[in-house]
């Protein structure tokens, strides 16, 4: 029940809206798409369903090609973004639609066919809806209906846009872990689309992100995070402080600051270079010892962990400081790491750098540098 | 809602219907009329256009249509209005009735009207001591049409007058407005598309209207003298040439008037920044 | 024939014009109605009764009566259906799909009702008349067209063609197509699709459409005249009848046929107001 995407390109008069888009989903994955809105998440979904012609390319479904294939014999399942439950059919009956329209000799029987959609309703949890009309039910309860609809078919994809797109954060982070326990038990091959990471990273075991049609990278969440192959990716997922300076004499300068990288690196120059800088990947030091120093203007109590924003400090020589991309450096502390510091606002304080990646051809690191202790 | 190209069944199948239907329905029977028209010279064209009766029946259809679907504009705005906006007994039936002449067969509405203000009828009575005659005259052309084309003009304002925000209103009264001011300067301009379409509606229909308008409208060459009327005239005496002409020209001119009209609504819909 | 079949009033106690100014603006507002649509119909009934009910009674009994009667129903009972199909399919191309002409369709269909009804009967009469392009071909061949049911049938379709259609279009337009979307993925195939899906939706739409172009294909009186020689007892329906008995004084017997006529508007009226009420229902139980 594999999903390949060969090359696949469709444009809109000459707008392109996937450009040479090839991926692989493997028998029993879960899969997220990830990307901006506007970024042609809905139109390679579309594709792989079969609802929309690609310009060129093709989609292998279990290694079929499945371009002229009607979409009927494909045997995907579609939840949409806005559910496209049926509103003049009871939630009952918009279940079990996939089982009523099987061609005579394939459909089950009156019984069977109750027992199935009573099966499913109780699977999400709902069967005490079932006589309800779609147009009474919550969000959550309609985003829930719809999987149950396109489950019945048993089918061996599941597309699903934005399943949780129009719903309120709780009942998104309660669906969430939900889905993933649902496909842990059924193993269907899946896609998903979403454009919070968040949900990307906590459900799926690979993820794709896309940006303007392409493809910019595709891995496991902790590959992504840890090692995004572009800047879209190093910003889209996760914070990140963006550091705009050069590489020369073995350092990272920004402004006034340096940042001495590795021994490996001393023969490296790089006129212009982004440095991309995580959160957490910053520690802080009280005291004088260290090179960077920053003032703390704001601090963000986010329930385990603190964000700190810090501007920079003008160093003993004078000098401007870093420069930034927002002028501002957000810092990343565990509860702990906080509450030992004892830090507040207005503190003058050092940093140290622990990791830094940046992206310049092929000079591009596969994983972040680590940043030498100062001797 | 957007319009995804999709690989929804029945494109080829529902297309064909709608051309086919079109085709043979539609096009074939007007380009008939091109044709057919094409098969007189262009003097012969003008010889039959400029003739003095034709020329009489377009000025009687311009002038009763336009006439019509102007008092359709005063009578529709004030019925639109009192309708979305006061209390009335039967509001509903009242409204539902407004619709009456779309709902009429034309015919019906010709005689009933024609009995109503014939001199001596319920209402031409009263006219007839004022010494006005409406049926038999120009002027029951106009009644006529100003009965056919009277939803036209309440159904394009309602919905709009309904969407009006009331604050608006209030900031006006607030700023120290008139209730006049208010009206011609803060409700009026929004209304003025609505009211521009339901005009060319009005108009373009009575330039067409004919079961309504000949009975009332004494049908005497050069006065009372519709084209519409005119070309079944025509026909009547064989004089297929002749009517084709005069039915051409007059959708040429009707489609002229429509295009002015909208580049008029494109305009103030361009002025008062709506669309 | 209008478009907006979601209105709905609401009344707006807070009007600020003066007293005097709503009482004048209110009584104009019902002279006008009263003068422009009650008295007519009162009329009608007035003036159908005024030799009695005998002769009320004779008028729509009469053989030529219960012929156009026949007529009436017949050329509506062919029409609305084919243009039902029509609306449905054209609804479907143009709203469901991208194609290039698209919009030169949709003022396409809309054609007939900037076209006088004289000049829909006439092209007919250009058509498969004497110096036609048939030139009469179809009579001499023992099916004639005009002056015949088929010229009428023909007449009434071009007059009645964008009824159903323009209700539709943006109906389903504004629908948008994700249901059928789902019920093709589901496995449904394009006929299950349509009954348990797209017609479901668009009934009331269509409802709404198909009493409105009912009521003018049973009442259209231009480009039938035109088309159909007003043979009594053979091709005269009812407005045509009418106008027959007007023209030959037979006054009574004119307003008793055109009483009929005028009931048909009224339960047209009752009915639309019937399917405005439920389509507004089922827009608000679905944008809930
Ligand atoms: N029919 C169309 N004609 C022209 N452009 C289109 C059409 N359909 C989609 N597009 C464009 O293609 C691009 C991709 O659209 P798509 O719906 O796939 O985006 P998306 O990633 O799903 O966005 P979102 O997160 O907002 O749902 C968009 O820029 C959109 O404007
Ligand atoms: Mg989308």
Redesign the interface.
């Known amino acids: 029940m594999s999903i390949h995407v060969n090359q696949l390109t469709k444009r809109y008069g000459n707008f392109t809206a996937l450009d040479d888009i090839s991926l692989s989903i493997d028998d029993g994955e879960l899969v997220a798409l990830l990307g901006p809105s506007g970024c042609g998440k809905t139109t390679l979904l ?1 594709s792989i369903a ?4 690609a310009d060129s390319g093709s989609i292998l479904l279990e290694g079929r090609d499945m371009t002229f294939e009607p ?1 009927r014999h494909r045997q995907v399942g579609f939840v949409f973004q806005h559910y496209a439950l049926f509103n003049h059919m009871s939630v009952f009956e918009n279940v079990a639609y996939g089982l009523r329209v099987k061609p005579r000799a394939q459909r089950p029987p009156e019984a069977e066919i109750r027992r199935r959609v009573h099966e499913l309703l109780d699977l999400v949890q709902l069967d005490w809806l079932a006589r309800r009309f779609p147009p009474q039910l919550s969000g959550g309860q309609r985003q829930r209906i719809a999987l149950a609809r396109a489950l019945a078919v048993e089918p061996r994809y599941l597309l699903l846009d934005e399943p949780f797109g129009a719903l309120d954060a709780n009942v998104r982070k309660e669906l969430r872990g939900w889905l993933r326990r649902l496909h842990e038990e059924l193993h269907v091959t899946s896609l998903f689309v979403t454009h919070d990471q968040e949900e990307a990273m906590e459900v799926a075991s690979r993820i794709v992100v896309m940006n303007h049609g392409r493809i910019e990278q595709l891995g496991t969440p902790a590959k992504i995070y840890d090692t995004p192959r572009t800047p879209f990716v190093s910003t889209f997922i996760g914070n990140v402080n963006v550091f705009r300076g050069c590489v020369r004499n073995g350092a990272f300068h920004s402004g006034s600051w340096r940042l001495p990288l590795p021994r490996t690196l001393d023969t490296l120059h790089l006129a212009e270079q982004n440095a991309y800088i995580r959160p957490h990947d910053i520690e802080i030091l009280r005291g004088p010892a260290a090179d960077w120093q920053v003032s703390i203007r704001h601090v963000q109590p986010m329930g385990s962990r603190y964000h700190l924003e810090a501007v920079p400090v003008a160093d003993a020589s004078g000098g401007p400081g870093p420069e930034t991309e927002s002028g501002r450096i957000t810092i990343e502390l565990t509860r702990q790491a906080f509450k030992a510091l004892a830090l507040d606002v207005g503190h003058r304080v050092g940093l140290r750098i622990h990791h830094v990646h940046w992206f310049h051809g092929a000079a591009t690191p596969q994983q972040p540098i680590d940043i030498p202790a100062p001797a | ?11 080829g ?3 064909g ?3 086919f ?2 085709s043979l ?6 380009s ?2 091109v044709t ?1 028209s094409a098969e007189l010279s262009l003097g012969g064209m003008w010889h039959a256009l400029a003739d003095r009766r034709v020329l009489a029946a377009f000025r009687v259809s311009f002038s009763t249509a336009f006439a019509a679907a102007f008092t359709n504009v005063l ?1 529709g705005l ?2 639109a ?8 007994p039967f ?2 039936s ?16 010709g ?3 024609t ?2 203000y014939a001199p001596n009828g ?2 031409g009575q009263f006219f007839t001591d004022w010494g006005i005659r409406i049926a038999f005259t120009p002027m029951g052309i106009v009644v006529a049409l ?2 056919i084309g ?3 003009v309440v ?2 304002v ?2 709009v007058l ?1 969407e009006l925000d ?1 604050q608006q ?1 209030e900031a006006s ?1 607030s700023l120290g407005a008139s ?1 006049w001011q ?1 009206f011609y300067r803060v409700l009026l301009p929004p209304l003025v598309p609505a009211i521009l379409t339901g005009f060319s509606l009005a108009f ?1 229909r009575g ?5 309504s308008v000949i ?1 009332i409208a004494g049908n005497m060459p050069m006065k009372s003298e519709i ?3 005119l ?2 005239t025509k ?1 009547e005496q064989y004089d ?1 040439a002749g ?2 002409v005069i ?1 051409l020209a ?2 040429v001119v ?2 002229i008037m ?1 295009l002015v009209v909208n580049g008029l609504q494109h305009w103030t819909r361009q002025r008062t920044g709506q669309d | ?2 478009s ?1 079949p979601h ?12 007293p005097l ?2 009482y004048l ?2 009584s ?3 002279a ?2 009263g ?7 009162v ?2 009934l007035v ?1 159908a009764f005024r030799d009695g009910w005998q002769t009320y009674m004779t008028a729509i009994t009469d053989r030529y009566t219960r012929h156009a009667i026949g007529l009436t129903l017949f050329a509506a009972l062919v029409c609305v259906p084919l243009n039902t ?2 609306g ?3 609804a ?3 709203a ?4 290039p002409g698209r919009s030169l ?1 949709t003022t ?2 809309d ?2 009702f ?7 009967g ?6 498969f ?1 004497a ?3 048939f030139d009469g071909w179809f009579a001499a061949n023992g099916f004639p067209i005009l002056f015949a049911l088929p010229g009428i049938v ?1 007449a009434t ?2 007059v009645t ?1 964008p009824f159903v259609a323009r209700e539709l279009i943006p109906l389903m ?5 994700e249901q ?2 789902a019920a ?1 993925m589901l496995g449904a195939s ?1 006929w299950r ?2 009954w348990t899906i797209t017609l479901p939706r668009i009934k009331w739409g269509l409802l709404y459409g198909v009493i ?1 172009c009912n ?2 294909a ?5 480009a039938v ?2 088309v159909s020689g007003h043979i009594r007892g053979s091709t005269n329906t ?3 009848h ?2 027959i008995l ?1 023209n030959e004084y037979q ?1 009574s017997a ?2 008793a046929v ?1 009483t009929l ?2 009931g ?3 339960v ?3 009915a ?2 019937i399917v405005e009420w439920r389509q507004q229902r089922q827009w608000e139980s679905a944008s809930s």
């Not at chain 2, 539902?96 to 015919?107: E, H």
Request: hydrophobic share 60%; glycine share 4%; charged share 15%.
């Open positions: 579309r079969g609802m929309e012609f979409i | 809602m957007s319009h995804r190209k999709t690989r929804l069944p029945g494109f199948l529902s297309l219907i709608t051309v239907t079109l329905l539609v096009l074939i029977p007007l008939a009329l057919q009578l004030v019925v209005w009192v309708l979305v906006r006061y209390p009335l509001k509903r009242l409204d539902a009735l407004i619709d009456l002449p779309f709902a009429l067969p034309t015919a019906v509405a005689i009933v009207l009995t109503l319920w209402l100003i009965f009277l939803p036209f159904r394009t309602e919905p309904q009331r209103e009264t209730r208010t373009a330039l067409g209207e004919y079961g009975f084209v519409p009327l070309i079944v026909l297929y009517a084709t039915a007059s959708l009707a489609f429509l | 024939m209008n907006t209105r709905h009033i609401v009344a707006r106690p807070q009007a600020d014009e003066t100014v709503r603006l209110s104009l507002a019902m006008i109605i003068l422009f649509l009650i008295l007519p119909l009329a009608v003036e199909l029509f449905v399919a054209a479907w191309c143009i469901r799909f991208e194609f369709l396409l269909i054609l007939p900037s076209v006088s009804p004289v000049i829909a006439l092209v007919f009469i250009l058509i008349g110096q036609g392009w023909l379709m071009f063609l337009q504004q629908q948008g197509a059928e979307e093709i394009p699709m349509l409105l009521a003018r049973m009442g259209e009186f231009g005249s035109v009812l407005p045509l009418v106008e007007y006054f004119a307003f055109a006529l005028a048909l508007a009224i047209t009226l009752i639309k107001s």
